[in-house]
């Protein structure tokens, strides 16, 4: 008899994993899909048009989402960078005016891998 064994996700498929929950949460305009990915209590933080600092609690972030539409925009994983329960990912979304740059921070938490911040740039093409 053969005794087949799953393969255990590791650390960068378990990341990859997170952030893909984020981009298609954001792509299907779907709250419940990126709040697999996020800590309750994560805030995103970024640089406005007029230059000011501003700070977004992630539940005010999900209010934009409402299942309503979706959204069309290229994505890419420049890196994830893991130190023991640690890591960072930096990742841009493409659309068709505008790009993101995110900066993730991930902890890796009794019930796995969440993100517990981000920053953004946007640049206007």
């Known amino acids: 008899m053969r005794v087949v064994s799953l393969k255990k996700e590791n650390d960068k498929e378990a990341i990859a994993r997170i952030i893909n929950y984020y981009l298609d949460g954001t792509r299907s305009d779907n709250p419940d899909l990126m709040r697999k990915a996020f800590q309750p209590d994560v805030t995103l933080k970024f640089i406005d048009k007029e230059g000011s600092y501003k700070m977004i609690p992630i539940k005010k972030f999900f209010s934009y989402f409402t299942n309503t539409k979706s959204r ?5 994983i420049y890196y994830i960078d893991i130190s023991g329960s640690t890591a960072n990912v930096k990742l841009t979304a493409k659309y068709e005016a505008y790009k993101y740059i995110d900066y993730m921070n991930i902890l890796k938490t ?3 891998w969440k993100i517990v911040s981000k920053i953004s740039h946007q640049d206007f093409l």
């Not at 069309?72 to 890419?76: D, I, T, Y």
């Open 72 to 76: 069309l925009f290229e994505n890419k």
């Open 110 to 112: 009794k019930n796995g």
